[in-house]
């Protein structure tokens, strides 16, 4: 099962693509869309349960619709919405016209080859420094287990980090808050540690920029920053959809360059979706809140042999109601310098042991993206 979390904006990808004027369905949209990127299958799993035109009493069909790319009917490339393309309803018909296909951002760059490129010239911003997805590998490593209460695996080497997930430290310019590697709780066969340091995705991506209302933006399915339990439905919907999350932070309500809340930004690249906007963010919102150490809240305080843990609330919501059900707790397990957390040992204890066939992802194995 995919995480509640990606559930949720998947359901959304699904609903931001409705066309009113021609009563479609954002479902068959999206599915129009999907065929030719190989996504049918995984839009099926994430919609469950959506189909047939939308009930124009729900309050999202008064929405005008996002400029969605979708395939061209003589290629089954995807083109770009803009001023550039033979339009028809503003959806891109044909083929781009050889003088206007040039770059957005530089007229005249070649292109890296991908589905938005035509004739050897750039015509998205996805023509860019983009780590290819083809250049990302699949990898794994194994947890470690406790035995005699003490930590035996590979994680740690004299005492500290030697994992594959990148360590994210001060001299990446990340605030203490931010630094080292965290664990997404309860998350079952999905999401597992992440990371904030830098990668090799390019793009701008995984680069702390605290002068930046947008500190920073993640690629999921990205360079040694993220990890999952399993290669279950959230591995391959985070790869298919091209999950990006960008972190906007703020500190007394303020952007700040040391957040301690974040509202976060979901973004398919692969669709060119981005739920940003005020009525986007009101019908699906993600947010991130530190929880301060000495509180209640806290559940990682030192102890004799570890240092307290870096911990955030991550609420979700949806048309501004909350819900409890999603609602999980982030978890630094490696501190900034390398050391492991009070944390750390209760990850280690979450992956191995399946009481059930159920748990079958519980074998000690995490796998992630490499370039």
């Given amino acids: 099962m995919p995480s509640k979390s990606l559930a949720l904006f998947a359901a959304a990808a699904v609903v931001v693509g409705a066309d009113a004027s021609k009563n479609k369905s954002p479902l068959r949209k999206l599915k129009e869309a999907a065929t030719a990127r190989g996504l049918k299958e995984l839009l099926d799993t994430a919609s469950s349960g959506s189909s047939g035109a939308p009930d124009k009493r729900d309050l999202w069909w008064h929405v005008p619709h996002l400029h969605i790319p979708v395939p061209k009917a003589d290629t089954g490339e995807f083109c770009v919405v803009d001023a550039n393309c033979a339009k028809e309803e503003d959806y891109c018909i044909g083929r ?6 040039q770059p957005k951002l530089a007229l005249g ?19 860019s420094d983009l780590l290819s997805q083809g250049d990302l590998g ?20 004299n005492g500290l980090y030697d994992g594959p997930i990148t360590l994210g430290t001060a001299s990446h310019g990340l605030p203490a808050n931010m630094q080292g590697v965290f664990w997404l709780q309860d998350q079952a066969d999905s999401s597992s ?38 290669q279950g439905r959230s591995w391959e919907l985070v790869e298919g959809i091209d ?18 809340h974040f509202n976060i930004i979901p973004e398919a690249l692969n669709l060119g979706i981005e739920l940003k906007g005020k009525f986007l963010e009101w019908a ?26 870096v911990m955030w609330g991550r609420p979700s919501s949806v048309g501004g109601i909350d819900i409890e059900s999603s609602y999980y707790e982030i978890a630094q397990i490696i501190d900034g310098n390398g050391k492991p957390t009070s944390a750390f040992e209760k990850w280690v204890k979450y992956n191995n042991n399946p009481v059930s066939d159920s748990e079958a992802w519980k074998d000690g194995t995490i796998y992630y993206h490499s370039a």
């Fill in 138 to 157: 699949p990898r794994t490593f194994k947890t470690g287990e406790l035995k005699d209460g003490s930590y035996d695996g590979p994680m740690l080497k």
């Fill in 243 to 260: 999950l990006v999350y960008n972190f906007e932070g703020t500190r007394d309500g303020q952007p700040s360059s040391d957040p301690t």
């Fill in 109 to 127: 760059e070649e292109c890296h080859v991908n589905e938005s490129c035509a004739s050897g010239k750039c015509v998205s911003k996805t023509c």
């Fill in 96 to 101: 781009w016209t050889e003088s206007k296909c």
């Fill in 284 to 309: 699906l919102n993600f947010q991130m809140s530190l929880i301060e150490k000495g509180t209640a809240e806290h559940g990682y305080p030192a102890t004799a042999n570890y240092p307290a843990a």
């Fill in 193 to 230: 540690i992440v990371s904030f340091a830098p990668s090799r995705d390019g793009h701008g991506l995984s680069v702390w920029n605290g002068n930046s209302d947008r500190q920073i933006s993640v690629r999921v399915g990205g360079d040694k920053v993220w990890s999952f339990a399993s």
